[in-house]
Structure formats: C-alpha cells, structure tokens
C-alpha cells in the first residue's frame, strides 16, 4: 500500500511539475492583451514602403493617449510631410506650413485613420484577432533569457488572409468608405 500511495505522490508531483512548465500561446496571448488593456500611451516609430502603382516610402511618428481617446500621427510620405491629430472634439491636419480644422467627411476620414492605428497599437493581439478568432492558438512559443518569446506560426494561407483582410479594411478607410476592388498582389 505504501509503494501506491509513492507512486501516486510521484505521480502526482511530475504533473504538478508539467502545468507549471512552459504557459501555452492561448495563456501568453490572453496575458498579453490583458496588459495591453492598462497601458495608458504610446509613442510609435512607423516605417513602410508600398510598391506597385504608386511606389512610396513612409516614415513618421505616432502617438497615442487610450484613455482620453486622442491621437497624434506625424507621416512624411516621398518626402511630404502630413501631421493629424483628433482628441474626440477636435480634428487638426497640417501640410507643411497651413494647418486646417478638419470637418465634414474629411473629418470623419481622418478620424477612422487615427482610430484604426490607435486601435492596432493600443492591443495588436486584439486588433489581428478580428481577422482570425484561433489567433491565441496561432505562436509558437519559447523562452529567451527569462522571457517569452511568440512566434506566429500560421501557414502561408493564414498569413495572407491576415494581410489581405487588414489591407481591405485600410484601403476602405482610405476610400472612404467605398468597396472599390482592392489588387491585393
């Protein structure tokens, strides 16, 4: 009886010892939007370059204050320098030199800019999430010098899907609002 009651106790220790291994990707992911939910602000260095039929380079700057819902995006696109910012009340734009009071549908253009980068930053877990629900499930995970590291591991199709499906909802934006058919190559 007392070779059992060892044997449950090993066995019981070595499964105790395996649950507090290495957490899964749900749990990091599900820990990781949590913390995003109480970061406050943040400022963002932004670097891209689209090629095609309109071949641009973009750097800039944005900044952004979650809890009173306000956003500051510094973009030079080629060269050309464009600042916007909206607090909720306010929508500003400034090229170059003149600075303008956005309104109408300009406003609400420039408002669905901001907030869509203020939303990818402010919990980009979150964010991609909308575009695949098994997301959580989607990293590899992996230990570097006492932190974890994710990794997505999505195939080749998952990956697309996710980029082409965000690159809609931009160029929607951008459209204001139009469906108008995006080449996503």
Do not use: W
Not at 105 to 123: D, F, G, P, R, W
């Amino acid at each position: 009886m007392k070779k059992i009651m060892n044997t449950g106790l090993a066995l019981s220790f070595a499964l105790l010892l395996s649950a507090c291994g290495m957490p899964s990707s749900e749990e990091l992911t599900g820990d990781v939007k949590e913390a995003q939910e109480k970061v406050k602000n943040v400022q963002v260095k932004v670097t891209g370059k689209e090629e095609g039929s309109s071949d641009y380079q973009v750097n800039g700057v944005q900044e952004f204050d979650f809890k009173n819902k306000a956003g500051y995006v510094n973009t030079k696109m080629n060269g050309e320098e464009l600042k916007m910012y909206h607090d909720g009340d306010e929508t500003l734009a400034v090229a170059g030199e003149e600075s303008t009071k956005v309104q109408g549908e300009e406003k609400k253009y420039v408002t669905a800019l901001i907030n869509n980068a203020m939303e990818l930053q402010q919990n980009p877990i979150r964010y991609y999430q909308k575009y695949d629900k098994n997301l959580p499930n989607e990293f590899d995970v992996t230990e570097k010098d006492k932190d974890y590291v994710l990794t997505f591991n999505g195939d080749k199709d998952k990956k697309q899907k996710i980029v082409a499906d965000d690159a809609k909802a931009y160029y929607k934006i951008i459209n204001q609002g139009s469906d108008t058919a995006v080449d996503l190559d």
